[in-house]
């Protein structure tokens, strides 16, 4: 027989048994021993399926093949650029992921992407932890825009985005902005009206500061809802 020890969304330690049994299986900072299953990290549990997995609360961000990242420019080359994707190594953009374009060789390619520009882009590859090369040749992948840029640890990117994207877009509608978040805990938004745009920043804050809490989507409902109609 299996048996869950802990609900969904109970905040868990280190070396804690989390399930007795087989049915269930270890998911992401999870690991079995035997018949139990246990937890590496301090974080909330969550259920896909018969995965259990343990959403930390706190660590540095780790870029994995795949993620969407936000990176910052900081490094122009002769054939790519440099990015800063909150990893204590830099990213690597190069041409051939970059555009489809011919470029001459010795061409500025500031012109592309500048010191300082945001880019949406995806890990294509993780070959140690010194080289980490990007992509933009995807869809919705690309520069961002002005707008306001805010680092929040990279374990609450779940719960930002909620099942589904639920939780983002409904933070979009209440304060229609642009909002794209990154893996690794950067997010872009932008908006036309400014206070909106302040109660957007007010809102993941909140998300970010409560997630590892029950009831957070209808009390983020009431919360974008009481925020306009006070602005």
């Known amino acids: 027989m299996t048996t869950l020890l802990v609900e969904e969304k109970e905040i868990v330690v280190p070396g804690q048994i ?11 900072d999870v690991l079995r021993e035997g018949d139990h299953l246990i937890s590496t990290k301090v974080g909330m549990v969550t259920l896909q399926g018969r995965f259990v997995k343990v959403v930390a609360l706190n660590g540095p961000y780790v870029p994995k093949r795949g993620d969407i990242v936000i990176g910052k420019v900081v490094g ?51 070959a140690s932890v010194k080289i980490i090369d990007l992509s933009i040749r995807g869809p919705g992948l690309r520069k961002l825009g002005l707008g306001r840029i805010l680092s929040l640890p990279s374990p609450k990117v779940p719960r930002l985005i909620g099942k589904q994207g639920s939780m983002i877009t409904m933070v979009k509608d209440a304060t229609n902005c642009k909002i794209s978040i990154g893996q690794n805990g950067t997010v872009w938004l932008s908006g036309e009206d400014p206070k909106l745009e302040m109660l957007a920043v007010k809102a993941l804050k909140k998300i970010e500061a409560e997630s590892h809490t029950s009831g957070l989507t209808d009390r983020m409902k009431e919360f974008l809802e009481r925020e306009k109609n006070g602005l």
Do not use: H, M
């Open 18 to 28: 989390i399930a007795e049994g087989l049915d269930y299986l270890p998911g992401e």
């Open 76 to 126: 122009v080359g002769l054939s790519g650029w440099r990015l800063d994707i909150g990893w204590p190594f830099e990213a690597n953009l190069s041409l051939k992921e970059a555009t489809s374009d011919f470029v001459e060789k010795g061409t500025d390619l500031s012109k592309y992407f500048d010191y300082g520009d945001y880019i949406l882009c995806q890990i294509v590859n993780v």
